[in-house]
């Protein structure tokens, strides 16, 4: 079992940055990174980071979002600069091993003036 637990959320001006942080505790897993779900729209991926380093992003925060990790913390990190009121959102710490996915619990991000 895996257990992820998200901190960094919060309210932005629009053009502003916020700093998401996942800490992974529990199995091992090979890659992690972030969704997010707007109210009545479904949950989409943001971006993934494997163990060996290798990421991938939304078209949509290309850019603007940098995902790292640090393997001895267990830890993964988004980075989101330049923010925009279509990035509000609940955005979810996600975890991968095989055929094996893993949830946060969601931290909200508004963006707002």
């Known amino acids: 079992q895996v257990q992820l637990v998200e901190s960094g959320g919060g309210l932005v001006q629009p053009g502003g940055s916020l700093r998401l942080s996942c800490a992974a505790s529990g199995s091992a897993i090979s890659r992690m990174g972030w969704f997010r779900q707007a109210p009545g729209k479904q949950r989409e991926l943001v971006a993934t980071i494997t163990n060996s380093g290798g990421t991938n992003y939304a078209d949509s925060v290309k850019g603007r979002f940098t995902i790292s990790g640090d393997n001895a913390k267990r830890t993964v990190y988004l980075q989101m600069n330049s923010l925009k009121s279509e990035d509000t959102a609940v955005y979810y710490c996600?975890?991968?091993?095989?055929?094996?996915?893993?949830w946060g619990q969601g931290t909200q991000v508004t963006v707002s003036a």
């Open positions: 996600y975890g991968n091993l095989g055929i094996y996915n893993y």
